[in-house]
């Protein structure tokens, strides 16, 4: 098993940047693949970012593209989503999740353990 468990969020304006943290705890950590995703209200749950775990490889969904960095540190079993240049449509609730297969997906459904969710709520 995995716990998951998100940080960082909050209100921001336009513009500004937050950095969300997620930590780890249990099982091999070091070995999956971990992804970002949010969901606004009304809204599907969407792809934001992922990063492999071979050779750290990111993706990037292409609204997000150029804004946001996902990084992560293997020793201390977290992963960072650094959001600049935040914008009013980029608020939702934001998710981190796990792929124990370690292969980073932009579909939610190749994770297996999620967290509780951060909010982060940009204003105009």
């Known amino acids: 098993q995995v716990q998951l468990v998100e940080s960082g969020g909050g209100l921001v304006q336009a513009g500004g940047s937050l950095r969300l943290s997620c930590s780890a705890s249990?099982?091999?950590?070091?070995?999956?693949?971990m992804g970002w995703f949010r969901q606004a209200p009304g809204k599907e749950r969407e792809f934001v970012a992922t990063i492999s775990w071979s050779y750290d490889t990111t993706y990037y969904a292409d609204s997000v593209k150029g804004r946001f960095t996902i990084s992560r540190d293997k020793a201390k079993k977290t992963v960072s989503l650094q959001m600049d240049s935040l914008k009013p449509e980029d608020t939702a609730i934001y998710y981190c999740?796990?792929?124990?297969?370690?292969?980073?997906?932009?579909?939610?459904?190749?994770?297996?353990?999620w967290g509780q969710g951060t909010q982060v709520t940009v204003s105009s």
């Open positions: 249990g099982r091999t950590f070091s070995s999956y693949a």
């Open positions: 999740a796990a792929d124990p297969a370690g292969h980073s997906s932009r579909l939610a459904s190749r994770y297996d353990y």
